[in-house]
Nanobody, 114 residues
Framework: QVQLVESGGGLVQPGGFLRLSCAAS????????MGWYRQAPGKQRELVAM???????NYADSVKGRFTISRDNAKKTVYLQMNSLKPEDTAVYYC????????WGQGTQVTVSS
């Protein structure tokens, strides 16, 4: 089993920033692809960003240029730096492990509102 624990969510004003973290633990023999998904109220869950073990990244068009995903393989941690936040970024953000995702975190709420 793999456990994923997210942190860093909260309430921020439009134009602000947040940094999400996700620490992985458990039966991890190779620190594979990790990602961030989000789900807004009344909407389907969607991919936000993904990063491979080697550092290749993939972003949703809606966050390109504003969000940056990174990872620290030694710490088995993935980060999501979110800048220039918009109200439409409001959602529960989930950390995932493997592609397609096999393990999910419990989610962390991000609310962008004035």
């Amino acid at each position: 089993q793999v456990q994923l624990v997210e942190s860093g969510g909260g309430l921020v004003q439009p134009g602000g920033f947040l940094r999400l973290s996700c620490a992985a633990s458990g039966r991890i023999f190779n620190f594979y692809t990790m990602g961030w998904y989000r789900q807004a109220p009344g909407k389907q869950r969607e991919l936000v960003a993904m990063i491979s073990r080697g550092g290749s990244t993939n972003y949703a068009d809606s966050v390109k240029g504003r969000f940056t995903i990174s990872r620290d393989n030694a710490k088995k941690t993935v980060y999501l730096q979110m800048n220039s936040l918009k109200p439409e970024d409001t959602a529960v953000y989930y950390c995932t492990y493997q592609d397609p995702p096999r393990y999910w975190g419990q989610g962390t709420q991000v609310t962008v509102s004035s």
